[in-house]
Nanobody
Framework: QVPLVESGGGLVQAGGSLRLSCAAS???????MGWYRQAPGKERDMVAR???????FYEPSVRGRFTISRDNGANMVYLQMNNLKPEDSGMYFC???????????????WGQGTQVTVSS
């Protein structure tokens, strides 16, 4: 279990940019990390993830606009969000998990979230 704290959310106009940060209090170097978004009344969906080997994957709606990155030495994960759209709005959560073969061993953990609101 590694505590995570997200920051960087806010209110922006469509077409603007934000950079979300996720600070971990322990080592994340061997973990996959991801950003999830949850809008009111909707389920929490993965937006982007990055493996310990720095392979990145994106939900199709954000591909080409968002970039996930990590700094293992600083125990930080980032989500650069460009050309924001109103449908990008929601609570963004940082998460990490062990790269194990079974869900039981993955031990996924979460931050408290940071709000992103994109106005039209």
């Amino acid at each position: 279990q590694v505590p995570l704290v997200e920051s960087g959310g806010g209110l922006v106009q469509a077409g603007g940019s934000l950079r979300l940060s996720c600070a971990a209090s322990g080592s994340i170097s061997s973990h996959s990390m991801g950003w999830y978004r949850q809008a009111p009344g909707k389920e929490r969906d993965m937006v982007a993830r990055i493996t310990a080997g720095r392979s990145a994957f994106y939900e199709p709606s954000v591909r080409g606009r968002f970039t996930i990155s990590r700094d293992n030495g600083a125990n930080m994960v980032y989500l650069q969000m460009n050309n924001l759209k109103p449908e990008d709005s929601g609570m963004y959560f940082c998460s990490g998990w062990r790269e194990e073969n079974t869900p039981e061993l993955r031990q996924q953990y979460w931050g408290q979230g940071t709000q992103v609101t994109v106005s039209s």
